[in-house]
């Protein structure tokens, strides 16, 4: 069966530090990949997602993640993060036939 | 408006009570979809639906009773709620199958906090 796993429950950074939040699947064929923000009270807000092509994917605010098939791995980086980055993201994995699989979740905090 | 739109944002009721969610999608998708979040717990899709067809239910308890009467209108009725069932209900909406340039990424609204005494 497919999984997500995102080894970090939560992660401290400094603003203007560099970010990655790690998200792993478990799946046979390479699936669609997204990531959401969750700002707190909010709903899910996509910042990006991978369905075929380039392994290197541009989402909003600044974010980018990289598809890496032999690792199994999803990981969405920015070069320099903003105190209002601070939110809960979750990766998200979809087979061709499957529903939407969401991952456990990474709590991102900020220091001023 | 545009996105997905859920009322109210916050509920609070009493187990005994009755209410309802609602969820209205102005992006002309034909599927959507009713998640619980709680806390310290992963996304739950309690019930997904088709072009106004119920597809999945992912053994939800009867208490939650959902309903779709076209493909921009969702609701979730409660009704005898436990303490437990308190969480953020998030709705969401997808085209699915996707057509043309589009594709079946899901869009959520803001939630409704929904509190059981």
């Known amino acids: 069966a497919q999984s997500v796993t995102q080894p970090d429950i939560h992660i401290t950074v400094s603003e203007g530090a560099s970010l990655e939040l790690r998200c792993n699947y478990s799946y046979g064929a390479t699936p669609y990949l997204f990531w959401y923000v969750q700002s707190p009270g909010q709903g899910l807000q996509l910042l990006l997602k991978y369905f075929s092509g380039d392994t290197l994917v541009q989402g909003i605010k600044g974010f980018e993640a990289e598809f890496k098939r032999s690792q199994s791995s999803f990981n969405l980086r920015k070069p320099s993060v903003h105190w209002s980055d601070a939110a809960e993201y979750f990766c998200a994995v979809k087979t061709s036939y499957d529903k939407v699989i969401f991952g456990p979740g990474t709590s991102l905090s900020v220091i001023p | 408006e545009t996105g997905v739109t859920q009322t109210p944002r916050h509920l609070v009721m009493g187990m005994t009570n009755k209410k309802s969610l609602k969820c209205e999608q102005h992006l002309g998708h034909n599927a959507m979809y009713w998640y619980k979040q709680s806390a310290k717990k992963p996304l739950e899709l309690m019930f997904v639906y088709n072009f106004k067809e119920q597809t999945e239910n992912n053994s939800v308890p009867s208490r939650f009773s959902p309903e779709c009467p076209n493909s921009s209108h969702l609701f979730l009725h409660l009704h005898t709620l436990q303490p437990e069932d308190s969480a953020l209900y998030l709705c969401?909406?997808?085209?699915?199958?996707?057509?043309?340039?589009?594709?079946?990424?899901?869009?959520f609204g803001p939630g409704t906090r929904l509190t059981v005494l």
């Open positions: 969401a909406s997808s085209q699915d199958p996707p057509v043309g340039t589009s594709d079946d990424t899901q869009y």
